[in-house]
């Protein structure tokens, strides 16, 4: 019997009609997890009014969807690990979206933050594996691009709920933004039917005839009579201490610091950008159309740089965005005019919603399958901690009543942490190959 290595086989064959297809299926959980992050910034601004609540009450409302985030990255990421990603998949999408629905029905703040906690669970186990799933079905030559054309998804979810806030909000409330979710969960049985569940699962629950029926339609020269392996499958601890061991522990915690920084200010600017630019002034359809601006550029500044990841390497495409980032974000508060404003925020949201992903496909690369899921998971949940305290600084800071500038220069410095952060990464990455290629 001929053993076939499942890794091998992805990497030689041309990216086809079934890779393309998990694409667009991860890419539709994406839009879902972005829809969720971003509605929370255009319905902030009526919230306040209706219900009477100060900046800082504001923030720490919008942070208890963040909480379950943490919670359900940490927990459902992991636990794909031993029950698969398909049945992660499905625990994370039915919590989400019933949770969603149920927000719009929430009378007071205490009920809003008990439904967007619920959320967050569902939305926290979301990401961590559509990336696990697109990682390995991807080809490593394609496997930013991929990755970065999946995540973009996260970005039109954004751009969904930009555009449904300025049609559906001054006439309706904002609870209709809520109610939309009903229409995702309704997809959910056909997303299940044709979404694969991971190579490597299968082959390490041992069912090989399963894989080799969704390995031949990657590859159609596969022998029917092949032992498929996974080259990455050898290891059995999915524990966090994993995450240390084989020179990896200066690239988790450096990778860990990028994830705080980077999430607290995706959601930082997520959530109190249109309120901030209606303070100085701007109408309220203006200032929701910087969400979409934000979200326009994460989308092609996540597909620009899973090309460029390919091309240069992730570590040194991310470094470059986030210096862009900490640029950006600074010059928005030297008030410049309309035009020039958005172009910042089209830049701010390309070097940080779409460097949040290169940074999810850096993890993925850094870490072997049996731990992957846990990998990405760990990752995420420290990043939501970062998303918990955006919020949260945005509204103590907006309370304070600083001047543009200043706000805008505070909220600069996390980028420029996440970049010094990932210089590390990349000189602590080309020191462990160094003995690779010499042994090689």
Same mark, same amino acid.
């Given at each position: 019997?001929?053993?076939?290595?499942?890794?091998?086989?992805?990497?030689?064959?041309?990216?086809?009609?079934?890779?393309?297809?998990?694409?667009?299926?991860?890419?539709?959980?994406?839009?879902?997890?972005?829809?969720?992050?971003?509605?929370?910034?255009?319905?902030?601004?009526?919230?306040?009014?209706?219900?009477?609540?100060?900046?800082?009450?504001?923030?720490?409302?919008?942070?208890?969807?963040?909480?379950?985030?943490?919670?359900?990255?940490?927990?459902?990421?992991?636990?794909?690990?031993?029950?698969?990603?398909?049945?992660?998949?499905?625990?994370?999408?039915?919590?989400?979206?019933?949770?969603?629905?149920?927000?719009?029905?929430?009378?007071?703040?205490?009920?809003?933050?008990?439904?967007?906690?619920?959320?967050?669970?569902?939305?926290?186990?979301?990401?961590?594996?559509?990336?696990?799933?697109?990682?390995?079905?991807?080809?490593?030559?394609?496997?930013?691009?991929?990755?970065?054309?999946?995540?973009?998804?996260?970005?039109?979810?954004?751009?969904?709920?930009?555009?449904?806030?300025?049609?559906?909000?001054?006439?309706?409330?904002?609870?209709?933004?809520?109610?939309?979710?009903?229409?995702?969960?309704?997809?959910?049985?056909?997303?299940?039917?044709?979404?694969?569940?991971?190579?490597?699962?299968?082959?390490?629950?041992?069912?090989?005839?399963?894989?080799?029926?969704?390995?031949?339609?990657?590859?159609?020269?596969?022998?029917?009579?092949?032992?498929?392996?996974?080259?990455?499958?050898?290891?059995?601890?999915?524990?966090?201490?994993?995450?240390?061991?084989?020179?990896?522990?200066?690239?988790?915690?450096?990778?860990?610091?990028?994830?705080?920084?980077?999430?607290?200010?995706?959601?930082?600017?997520?959530?109190?950008?249109?309120?901030?630019?209606?303070?100085?002034?701007?109408?309220?359809?203006?200032?929701?159309?910087?969400?979409?601006?934000?979200?326009?550029?994460?989308?092609?500044?996540?597909?620009?740089?899973?090309? #460029?990841?390919?091309? !240069?390497?992730?570590?040194? /495409?991310?470094? $470059?965005?986030? @210096? %862009? =980032?900490? &640029?950006?974000?600074? +010059?928005?508060?030297?008030?410049?005019?309309?035009?020039?404003?958005?172009?910042?925020?089209?830049?701010?949201?390309?070097?940080?919603?779409?460097?949040?992903?290169?940074?999810?496909?850096?993890?993925?690369?850094?870490?072997?399958?049996?731990?992957?899921?846990?990998?990405?998971?760990?990752?995420?949940?420290?990043?939501?901690?970062?998303?918990?305290?955006?919020?949260?600084?945005?509204?103590?800071?907006?309370?304070?009543?600083?001047? #543009?500038?200043?706000? !805008?220069?505070?909220?600069? /410095?996390?980028? $420029?942490?996440? @970049? %010094? =952060?990932? &210089?590390?990464?990349? +000189?602590?990455?080309?020191?462990?190959?160094?003995?690779?290629?010499?042994?090689?």
């Amino acid at each position: 019997m001929r053993t076939l290595d499942v890794n091998a086989a992805i990497d030689r064959s041309p990216f086809g009609r079934f890779q393309w297809m998990v694409v667009a299926l991860c890419g539709i959980l994406l839009i879902v997890d972005g829809y969720d992050v971003f509605v929370a910034g255009t319905v902030l601004p009526t919230l306040i009014k209706e219900w009477g609540l100060t900046k800082p009450q504001a923030g720490a409302l919008q942070a208890w969807a963040l909480f379950g985030m943490m919670f359900g990255a940490l927990v459902l990421g992991s636990l794909a690990d031993r029950i698969g990603r398909k049945k992660g998949v499905a625990i994370s999408f039915a919590l989400f979206t019933t949770a969603t629905v149920l927000t719009g029905f929430a009378q007071t703040p205490e009920q809003f933050k008990v439904f967007r906690f619920i959320a967050g669970l569902g939305c926290g186990g979301l990401m961590p594996n559509a990336v696990a799933l697109m990682n390995e079905y991807a080809p490593k030559r394609l496997r930013g691009t991929m990755v970065a054309i999946m995540f973009s998804g996260y970005s039109v979810g954004g751009m969904v709920a930009a555009a449904l806030g300025i049609g559906l909000i001054p006439s309706f409330g904002w609870q209709p933004m809520f109610f939309v979710a009903a229409l995702p969960l309704a997809l959910l049985p056909l997303i299940l039917w044709r979404l694969p569940e991971s190579l490597g699962f299968m082959i390490r629950q041992g069912r090989q005839d399963e894989a080799r029926r969704i390995l031949a339609r990657i590859d159609p020269t596969v022998p029917a009579d092949a032992q498929l392996v996974y080259t990455e499958s050898k290891g059995k601890s999915a524990s966090v201490a994993e995450l240390f061991r084989h020179d990896r522990a200066l690239r988790t915690v450096m990778l860990w610091v990028s994830f705080f920084c980077c999430l607290l200010l995706v959601y930082l600017l997520a959530a109190w950008l249109p309120k901030l630019l209606q303070e100085v002034g701007y109408a309220e359809k203006a200032s929701l159309l910087s969400l979409f601006s934000l979200n326009f550029g994460g989308m092609v500044g996540a597909i620009a740089g899973g090309r #460029l990841g390919d091309r !240069f390497g992730l570590p040194r /495409v991310v470094v $470059a965005f986030f @210096a %862009l =980032a900490a &640029v950006s974000i600074g +010059l928005i508060g030297f008030a410049p005019s309309a035009t020039l404003l958005f172009v910042l925020i089209f830049v701010a949201g390309a070097t940080t919603i779409g460097t949040q992903i290169l940074l999810y496909a850096s993890v993925a690369q850094l870490y072997d399958l049996s731990v992957r899921g846990s990998g990405l998971g760990w990752a995420s949940g420290v990043g939501r901690v970062g998303a918990i305290v955006g919020p949260t600084l945005g509204g103590v800071l907006l309370a304070q009543q600083l001047p #543009l500038r200043e706000n !805008f220069l505070i909220f600069a /410095v996390p980028a $420029a942490i996440s @970049a %010094l =952060a990932m &210089v590390v990464f990349a +000189l602590a990455n080309a020191r462990d190959r160094r003995p690779m290629l010499a042994a090689a």
